[in-house]
């Protein structure tokens, strides 16, 4: 069974920026390639940020690219989203995921950590 803990989520004001962090267990990390998602109120989740097991592919959804970047570390188990020029359309429950193939689409991930909450205000 793998284990996803999601941190770093709060209120930040616009512009400004954060580092959300996601470890996971019960697997070996490296086998998975890692997703970020978000969903706000009355909305459906949607992609964020994705890579590849060995960083060497990531995928951006338009919304965020040139303000969001994703990275991992292998060896603490670890992937991060850093959130920069934030806006308030940005706020939601940010959740990362893990798949045994890089995506863009939620059906694909088989494991979800239980989310993190991003508030930004204006």
């Known amino acids: 069974q793998v284990q996803l803990v999601e941190s770093g989520g709060g209120l930040v004001q616009a512009g400004g920026s954060l580092r959300l962090s996601c470890v996971v267990s019960?697997?070996?990390?490296?086998?998975?390639?890692m997703g970020w998602f978000r969903q706000a109120p009355g909305k459906e989740r949607e992609f964020v940020l994705g890579?590849?097991?060995?960083?060497?592919?990531?995928f951006y959804a338009d919304s965020v690219k040139g303000r969001f970047t994703i990275s991992r570390d292998n060896a603490k188990n670890t992937v991060y989203l850093q959130m920069n020029s934030l806006k308030p359309e940005d706020t939601a429950v940010y959740y990362c995921a893990a798949s045994n193939y890089l995506s863009t689409t939620t059906s694909s991930y088989d494991y979800w950590g239980q989310g993190t909450q991003v508030t930004v205000s204006s």
């Open positions: 890579i590849s097991w060995n960083g060497g592919r990531i």
């Open positions: 019960g697997r070996t990390f490296s086998n998975y390639a």
